[in-house]
């Protein structure tokens, strides 16, 4: 409330501190006191608009494809690509994963597989193709003299996946998540240097030969990086399809052929 005369005297004065106390007016702004009742309003100047506060601009926004690719080229080795990929943070299928399932057998083998994902226990163990798909795939190739346990590199399998997280149910692995393992997967391949490789079901061959529908393009050989490339069925697939195992048995024998001529 605003008093519209000035204090004629000392009690008025008085009155008038206690009453700017009470609405707790008990700082001076200036250095002398101001009458503004007796201000010329020509003089008086117009409130400037408040500044509205600086709006950031928008961000753009990450290239999760782009940021695999720099930290997968810059590993200088398998033990360094792991680290890479545990520090990879982009995916979200690594938040709901006991823990990141990168390989397994003998990187210096001859032949190298990549399947598709983890399931639970692949997830439980860190390992990539346990529990009877991983049982199956070890049967497979022990019929061609092959094993992830082998002494030798001559004999032996080196086992991966596309995608190193176990997805939450085990469902399919989305287009996004696929295309943000990719540059590790390559690099894989690359630094782990296999003769051949082995691709088992949909997800590993749309990640390497950028192919789908495994009933139709297995068996055919590709060809990626210079290395002789084979798709077949995963072994997940033949378990509930056991007529197939005659195809992939004949996936499997090709494979031994072609391993018999890169000796020569």
């Not at 997968?72 to 360094?80: D, F, I, M, T, V």
């Not at 690509?81 to 690594?94: I, P, T, V, W």
């Amino acid at each position: 409330m605003h008093s519209n005369r000035m204090p004629k005297s000392r009690d008025d004065a008085e009155a008038l501190l206690r009453l700017h106390l009470e609405y707790a007016v008990d700082q001076a702004i200036g250095d002398e006191p101001i009458n503004r009742y007796e201000l010329d309003k020509r003089d008086a100047r117009p409130l400037e608009p408040a500044k509205k506060p600086a709006v950031p601009e928008p961000s753009e926004p990450l290239d999760k494809v782009a940021a695999a690719a720099e930290m997968a080229g810059k590993a200088r080795n398998l033990e360094e690509l792991r680290d890479a990929m545990e520090s990879y943070e982009h995916c979200n299928l690594k938040n709901s994963a006991r823990r990141l399932v990168f390989s397994d057998g003998r990187p210096d083998a001859r032949l190298m597989i990549v399947g598709e994902a983890p399931g639970r226990d692949e997830d439980i163990q860190g390992k990539p193709f346990v529990g009877k798909a991983g049982r199956l795939l070890d049967a497979m190739f022990a019929a061609i003299d092959l094993s992830r346990n082998s002494d030798t590199a001559e004999n032996g399998l080196y086992i991966t996946n596309v995608i190193p997280w176990r997805p939450p149910g085990n469902r399919a692995p989305e287009t996004e998540e696929i295309e943000m393992m990719r540059p590790f997967v390559f690099r894989h391949v690359e630094l782990a240097e296999p003769e051949l490789l082995v691709l088992m079901g949909n997800i590993a061959c749309s990640a390497i030969i950028n192919s789908m529908g495994i009933t139709r393009i297995r068996g055919d050989w590709r060809e990626v990086q210079g290395i002789p490339v084979m798709p077949t069925f995963h072994p997940a697939y033949l378990l509930r399809n056991p007529l197939s195992k005659r195809l992939a048995w004949h996936d499997l024998l090709a494979v031994k052929v072609k391993m018999g001529e890169s000796k020569q």
